[in-house]
């Protein structure tokens, strides 16, 4: 039943692709939805279902629908596809794609010098998970917590629009 | 205990002329004088009390003060002083004095910080003097070197910033090459003796290799080479004195650059004795070349403290010549112009510094014919300018004298051609006198005479200077045991070098290293494999 | 529960990462960027989660849930100075903001 | 109380007076200082002549005196001192030094009555006399050059003296920089003796050298040598003689003093001292006389052409030292002292008779210009007379016909001389009595061009009176021996030397010289007269002509020497100085940090702002670890 696994596999990285070479946007974002839930999908079979579960709420719900509002606010039109048509020429995709075959080279050359064999798996379901969080991790789920934190106010701060304090008559030509 | 008394009464006067500058500037400036001459009169008293003492010419060393520092590592705090560093001792006291006198009214901003560091570096220079301990003596090179940085950097001309970080550049690196080249004397002499020091007496009998005792003598010399400013590591030099405040050129040029001196006469000689052989002609060739390129230089130049800055690296390339012949008679003429140089480069400076308070520019283009209005200002030139040149009678005279005789002695060719420099310092000097008080007047100035606080400093360095023209004797009576060690230090090596089996050692060393320079070229790896050799 | 040889998914945790690479390199338009961080992210998740799987330990589980987190923190934070980069510079291309040379 | 105790104040007088008057010459009245410094000198004079009559009553054992005062310094076992060294030479030397300096000190008091900067004459004149005693009185070499360094230094003062034109500074800082490298080859000289001998004395050097040193040796070849060096510097001899016709610039009783009677002949008061070295080194005593011989020529016919009466002087004192120099070259030490002391006689006369005139003529130095002065100014034309016949030797009444006389006679019998150098002498002998009198003649005679606005006052008589008797009567101390025999003054001096070898075969010669030298000044006097007063068209047509006209040029140039030194020395220094004002090692320095700046340039340039860029850094960083991990 691996073939569960590759076809899974196959989903995420042609999705993935697809999200690096979209113009519009939302297409990409939706590319990347797939992705995710193709990992997801491998998540579960691999014997994770609480992670599968989170990364299929958090990631592909929370965190995309986050960008999906960035994406609204911004409100990239037409023009915006044009423009990443132009930026998006083989020439610069020459550089990095060597850079990254180099990379996939060396790691399934390092990859393919382990072959685990096979044995016997266990599911590691959210108790384990929570057991091992709030004992041993305790410390990092409070920086965590802690990181949120100023990440909500962070964003919030950075997010916020300043009032501006200029004179009415100045008001108009300061305003961007 | 005196020795430390010295140093300290001149760290805490800076200290506290700091503090007061803030409420009463002339109170603290009076602290920063009473500080120095207080030093002075100490030093003086200590002169008169031991005079007596140079005659019997067995004691190199008068006071000799030593209590452990840092004992795991060899450190000790050794001060000691003998006729050399007295005489040193006294003339930095001396022309710190006179150059607090004459920047009296020089400097306004940050006055406290200016009186702080002047004082601190006029102790690090004696400390210089002093230390015989390798580490400390590396200290208080340091301790010279950042307030100077700051003198130059804060209260400079136009040009400061540039001329100080080059001034922090050289010496710092140089400085940083003589550090390695002690750390490495100390292994060696560890690895031979077993006994791990830094102390001078100690080091001064370690036995080194022909190739490794050059190249430890290279780090020290450089030091030494940059701080005095000889071809050609003289660059950063012309900067420096000219873009100081007229205090600070006096420090560097007069004291500074001695410190430099007296390292080659206390430490590279006597701890390099055979090395220092081998460099001599090379160390002398280039006191040569500074000799007659800085009188070309200085003759160039339109700019009163340039000029008068190559002149001083002129007058230091006679100081090379003198203490790499070897000879007695230089040795002599070497420290004498140690002292006369101070002096008449100190009433350069002052002059310049006078000149350009009164007029805000240092270019000798737009001076000329200022006998007519300051004649009192003129005529302490002239005996200065006349000093430079090595007129008889005046201190340098003698200095200059004695070295070539020294040097006639041991190497002709060369002797003649630093003579030339006689010739050629005339040049130069002859312009500064002309062009600024002689002459077709270039431009409209306004000029006051001397004023009496500037004649009574400028009164001291003529006394001094025609003391030491005209009856040199104590200060040769003084230095003359350091001298005799000196000397006695170099006939031995000659006595060495003379015998059979001691050649063939030199050459087998020499073959040793032949091989190790085809193996490695680095020069720790190869102090390595002799270390493990043995 | 299937068997799933730990290799096979580091490879596809490094194939995912490197296409993120590949995309955070290409892309001029910074909101792509951000995706593309969010798939390198990602991928290391599954790097995580692969190795915790093959060790059966839920350590795994537990570095995927902090680096959830953190993206979580990351983007928003980055939506924030997304949006008001476009506020003030009417971009979102990064070429254009490289006031942070020399 | 023995006199001789007294010797330190001969130079100590003017060296004090010197001291009161640099320190405190504004407080003294105008006159005042004139007269306390003439004063100062005339006491040393008054000293040395009592010193003087002692020592040719009772001489001191050995016919020398020394007085040590201090010991200047002592390293190991070198030990110069602070000392005076009285004999036979040095006497004669101090008493013309302290006598003729006193005259012209007295003749200064009116000469700059209306001079601003009196006081900084006066005491630069004191510092002047105390430098020469020094001189002509140490006993070391070493002090010796303390003096000889003092009065150059003198010398560049009083030249520069009116500082405010800058050709007055440029010539005096050509005197003191010629000098100096002259005196730069007499240093390197003594550190050769100090070297050999191990001690500056000159007269423990002179008993030594002859012991130490076989006759022709190399040593001393090269000491001799060195410190003819010295000699020429100082005396204006070739090929350093330039210097002098420029000196001129400064005040006449200056060229009097310094640049005619007393510093130019330290070269041979030098030689003279030293002569026991120069007696090993028989090459170089040859060219000592050959120096000597080609000066007074080349000076002679220079002196020919000038128009400025200093300078016609400049180039006769010039020649007349190379008189002294064609002398002590033949070993004839006694004849070469001799005109020495009559030349300080006639020439600071001329100089000062000179100076006269200048100021009547409203400082006018163009002889062409003058001309008729003999009415109007007769003690001035007669005492210049006295001095011009003395230099041109006019026979039997001038003092300057004894000892020119005698040298020529000695440049042709002595076993060192030759007729070649005779012949020298015997030429520029007739030069000069034709420059000198073409001198007179167009100066004194004629029709008058220009008023006299200034008569001289009984101040400046007197000294003139006193040298022109001087230079007629003072050579009768020295009498030849073809009439009269008389010869104090070298029996005097000859305790110093040793006599004059002659050739015995060319002894009988000295009548027929005598007549023939005789007949030849009074011819170049008859010949002046010809050229100057009776067709001076002549030589005015002559200058016009291609060839004269260069000639001319050429002459009045001094023989283009100053030319030659500034082509090949004194341009190329300026020009190298000018090409590197800034010092091409900072250049090299310079441009290391340069190269530190572009090396930072290239890097800073990776930090282009471009977040990509940097992310493609660490990839590419990524790369090439992983590379190294795996690969290496």
Known sequence: MQIIFYIAALVAIVSTAMVITRKNAVHALLYLIVSLLAVSVIFFIMGAPFVAALEVIVYAGAIMILIIFAIMMLNLGQASEKREKEWLKPRTWIGPGILAAILLAELIYTLNSFSPSAHEQAIIDAKDVGMSLFSTYALGVELAAMMLMAGIVGAYHIGHEKQKEYHRYLQKEEKL | MTLVYIILILMFGGLISWIIAGKNSSLAKGIALLAVLADLVIIIGFWISVYDKFDLGSQQWLIDYRVEWMPQLGISFHLAMDGLSLLMTALALFLGAVSLIVSWNEISKNLGFYLFNALWLIAGIIGVFLSLDLILFYFFWEVMLVPMYFILAIWGHENRRYAGMKFFLFTQLSGLLMLIAIIALYFIHGKNSGQYTFDYFALIGTSLSAKTGLWLMCGFMIAFLVKLGIVPFHSWLPDAYTQSPTGGSILLAALMSKTAAYGMLRFVVPLFPEASKTFAPVAITLGVVSILYGAKLAYAQTDLKRMIAFSSMSHMGFIMVGIFSFQALSYQGTIIEMIAHGISITALFTVAGVIHARIQTRDMDQMGRFWEQVPKMGAITMIFVLATLGLPGLGNFVAEFLILTGAFKSNVTLTVLAALGLIASMIYALVILQKIFHGERRKEWKLTDLTPREVLAMGCLIVAIVWIGIYPQPVIKTAQPTVNSLEQNSNNTTFVNDTGPTNKMTLKNGDENMTMTRETSTFFLSLNKKGGGK | MIYVPANMGLMLAAILFLLGLIGVLTRRNVLFILMSLEIMLNAAGLAFVVAGAHWMQADGQVMFIFILTMAAAEVSVGLALILQMHRHHKTVDTNVLNLLKD | ?632
């Not at chain 4, 008054?46 to 054992?61: K, R």
């Not at chain 4, 005062?69 to 070198?78: E, I």
């Not at chain 4, 060294?85 to 007295?106: K, N, Q």
Request: charged share 10%.
């Open chain 4, 1 to 632: 109380m023995d006199v001789f105790q007294l010797l330190w104040l001969i130079p100590a007088l003017p060296f004090f007076s010197f001291l009161i008057l640099s320190l405190s010459g504004s407080k003294f009245s105008r006159t005042g200082v004139g007269v306390f410094a003439t004063l100062s000198v005339g006491i040393s004079a008054l000293i040395t002549l009592i010193i003087g009559i002692q020592f040719l009553s009772s001489p001191p054992a050995g016919h020398f005196y020394e007085q040590t005062l201090w010991v200047w310094f002592d390293v190991a076992g070198f030990k110069p001192s602070i000392a005076f060294y009285l004999d036979p030479l040095s006497l004669v030397f101090t008493f013309v030094v302290t006598f003729v300096s006193f005259l012209i000190h007295w003749y200064s008091i009116g000469f700059m009555k209306t001079e601003e900067g009196h006081v900084r004459f006066f005491a630069y004149m004191n510092l002047f006399v105390f430098s020469m005693l020094m001189l002509v009185l140490a006993n070391n070499l070493l002090l010796l050059y303390l003096g000889w360094e003092g009065v150059g230094l003198c010398s560049f003062l009083l030249i520069g003296f009116w500082y405010k034109d800058p050709y007055n500074c440029y010539a005096a800082r050509k005197a003191f920089i010629v000098t100096r490298i002259g005196d730069t080859a007499m240093m390197i000289g003594l550190l050769m003796l100090v070297k050999n001998f191990n001690t500056l004395d000159i007269a423990s050097i002179l008993t030594t050298a002859p012991q130490t040193w076989s006759p022709g040796a190399s040593q001393a070849f090269w000491v001799t040598i060195l410190l003819l060096g010295g000699a020429v510097g100082k005396s204006a001899q070739l090929p350093l003689q330039t210097w002098l016709p420029d000196a001129m610039a400064g005040p006449s009783p200056v060229s009097a003093l310094i640049h005619a009677a007393t510093m130019v002949t330290a070269g041979v008061y030098l030689i003279a001292r030293t002569h026991v070295l120069y007696e090993l080194a028989p090459a170089v005593q040859t060219l000592v006389a050959i120096v000597g011989a080609a000066t007074l020529l080349i000076a002679g016919f220079s002196a020919i052409v000038q128009r400025d009466i200093k300078r016609v002087l400049a180039y006769s004192t010039i020649s007349q030292i190379g008189y002294m120099f064609l002398a002590l070259g033949v070993g004839a030490w006694s004849a070469a002292v001799f005109h020495f002391m009559i030349h300080a006689f006639f020439k600071s006369l001329l100089f000062l008779s000179a100076g006269v005139v200048i100021i009547a003529m409203h400082h006018e130095h163009d002889i062409f210009k003058m001309g008729g002065l003999r009415k109007k100014m007769p003690v001035v034309f007669w005492t210049f007379l006295f001095g011009a016949g003395a230099l041109a030797a006019i026979p039997l009444i001038t003092a300057g016909f004894y000892s020119k006389d005698e040298i020529l006679f000695f440049a042709m019998a002595s076993t060192k001389g030759s007729t070649w150098l005779w012949l020298a002498g015997f030429v520029g002998a007739f030069i000069t009595s034709v420059y000198t009198f073409r001198m007179v003649f167009v100066a004194f005679f004629g029709e008058q061009k220009h008023d006299i606005h200034y008569k001289p006052g009984i101040s400046f008589k007197i000294p003139l009176i006193i040298l022109g008797i001087l230079s007629l009567i003072a050579g009768f101390i020295e009498l030849p021996h073809t009439f009269g025999h008389f010869t104090p003054f070298s029996d005097f001096i000859n305790t110093v030397f040793p006599a004059v070898q002659l050739i015995p075969e060319k002894e009988g010669l000295e009548l027929t010289l005598q007549i023939s030298t005789a007949i030849l000044a009074l011819f170049g006097v008859f010949l002046a007269w010809q050229l100057y007063m009776k067709r001076p068209q002549m030589v005015a047509r002559f200058k016009e002509t291609g060839f004269g006209k260069r000639l001319n040029d050429f002459l009045f140039s001094g023989w283009k020497f100053d030319w030659l030194y500034d082509t090949f020395f004194v341009k190329p220094f300026v020009w190298l100085s000018k090409i590197d004002k800034s010092d091409f090692v900072d250049r090299i320095y310079g441009g290391v940090a340069n190269l530190n700046l572009y090396f930072n340039k290239l890097l800073s340039a990776t930090q282009n702002g471009n977040v990509r860029s940097y992310v493609l850094g660490v990839a590419l960083g990524a790369v090439i670890a992983l590379t190294i991990i795996l690969f290496l």
